[in-house]
């Protein structure tokens, strides 16, 4: 025989548990009137969140202000950054063909279209140019040999290491260590090259549990990258709804709302 109070009592246990996922959408959205405001001439977020990361504005000067204090509120802060960096690592979290970590996260345009490497008298020659708004892209890789005759050569409109890897396998007669040298060349022109904001030898900034590295900089960059990769999958619709996912949200909901706390 059902019994009733066990039922309700369930049902109102449900409903006192705290949606995160609505939580961190209701925090995003004064951030986005602050920012839509701060910033009008500029008209796509994503364009938006790089002159957040870059240059100083109270949201940027916050993440600095706390990453560097010692009192209670930046203590909790960066303890909530170390949850947040350990849900993304229990928890899969997808962003396109990658996962969001803080071990592996873009945190600015890597400065470096060129590369070369000459190793036996072989010249390994990695290019990118921008074309246009400069959203396109061309990257020309090119080997020549010791008398300057091109070995091998091959032009992509986007930075992929997995197709450049196949074409020079099945279209030239580079050995492993000539492909190797290639596709070492080519990973330093990463345009979107990696970062890990996870010191590996505990010393840096303390949070939590964890060392985040000591570099301020990169790690306002990093932070604000996270949230807003996450904010992207959920308004997206590409985030499951379900009870792990949802644990993410808690540590970047608390993030985000010290945060906007600041822009009043």
């Given at each position: 025989m059902p019994n009733p109070y066990i039922d309700n009592s369930e049902r109102w246990l449900a409903l006192a548990e705290i949606d995160y996922l609505t939580q961190f959408v209701k925090a995003w959205i004064p951030f986005n009137a602050w920012y839509m405001n701060m910033y009008p001439t500029l008209k796509r977020d994503r364009v938006i969140i790089e002159e957040i990361k870059s240059n100083p504005n109270l949201f940027r000067d916050k993440i600095i202000a706390l990453l560097n204090g010692k009192d209670n509120d930046s203590i909790i802060f960066k303890g909530q950054i170390a949850k947040l960096h350990q849900y993304l690592e229990s928890i899969y979290i997808p962003n396109a063909d990658k996962r969001i970590t803080f071990q592996s996260i873009s945190v600015e345009t890597n400065p470096i279209t060129s590369e070369t490497l000459t190793f036996r008298r072989w010249i390994y020659k990695v290019e990118l140019t921008r074309t246009g708004n400069g959203n396109a892209i061309n990257i020309n890789s090119l080997v020549t040999n010791s008398g300057s005759i091109t070995q091998y050569t091959f032009n992509q409109s986007k930075f992929d290491i997995e197709n450049l890897n196949n074409h020079i396998q099945q279209n030239s007669s580079l050995t492993e260590n000539q492909r190797n040298c290639l596709l070492d060349t080519y990973r330093k022109i990463d345009p979107k090259k990696p970062t890990n904001l996870i010191s590996s030898n505990r010393q840096g900034i303390e949070a939590g549990n964890i060392f985040l590295i000591n570099d301020v900089e990169k790690l306002v960059k990093g932070l604000i990258e996270v949230i807003y990769k996450l904010r992207?999958?959920?308004?997206?619709?590409?985030?499951?709804?379900?009870?792990?996912?949802?644990?993410?949200?808690?540590?970047?909901?608390y993030i985000l709302k010290t945060l906007i706390q600041s822009l009043n």
């Amino acid at each position: 025989m059902p019994n009733p109070y066990i039922d309700n009592s369930e049902r109102w246990l449900a409903l006192a548990e705290i949606d995160y996922l609505t939580q961190f959408v209701k925090a995003w959205i004064p951030f986005n009137a602050w920012y839509m405001n701060m910033y009008p001439t500029l008209k796509r977020d994503r364009v938006i969140i790089e002159e957040i990361k870059s240059n100083p504005n109270l949201f940027r000067d916050k993440i600095i202000a706390l990453l560097n204090g010692k009192d209670n509120d930046s203590i909790i802060f960066k303890g909530q950054i170390a949850k947040l960096h350990q849900y993304l690592e229990s928890i899969y979290i997808p962003n396109a063909d990658k996962r969001i970590t803080f071990q592996s996260i873009s945190v600015e345009t890597n400065p470096i279209t060129s590369e070369t490497l000459t190793f036996r008298r072989w010249i390994y020659k990695v290019e990118l140019t921008r074309t246009g708004n400069g959203n396109a892209i061309n990257i020309n890789s090119l080997v020549t040999n010791s008398g300057s005759i091109t070995q091998y050569t091959f032009n992509q409109s986007k930075f992929d290491i997995e197709n450049l890897n196949n074409h020079i396998q099945q279209n030239s007669s580079l050995t492993e260590n000539q492909r190797n040298c290639l596709l070492d060349t080519y990973r330093k022109i990463d345009p979107k090259k990696p970062t890990n904001l996870i010191s590996s030898n505990r010393q840096g900034i303390e949070a939590g549990n964890i060392f985040l590295i000591n570099d301020v900089e990169k790690l306002v960059k990093g932070l604000i990258e996270v949230i807003y990769k996450l904010r992207n999958i959920l308004f997206h619709g590409e985030l499951i709804p379900n009870k792990d996912n949802k644990k993410v949200y808690e540590p970047a909901f608390y993030i985000l709302k010290t945060l906007i706390q600041s822009l009043n």
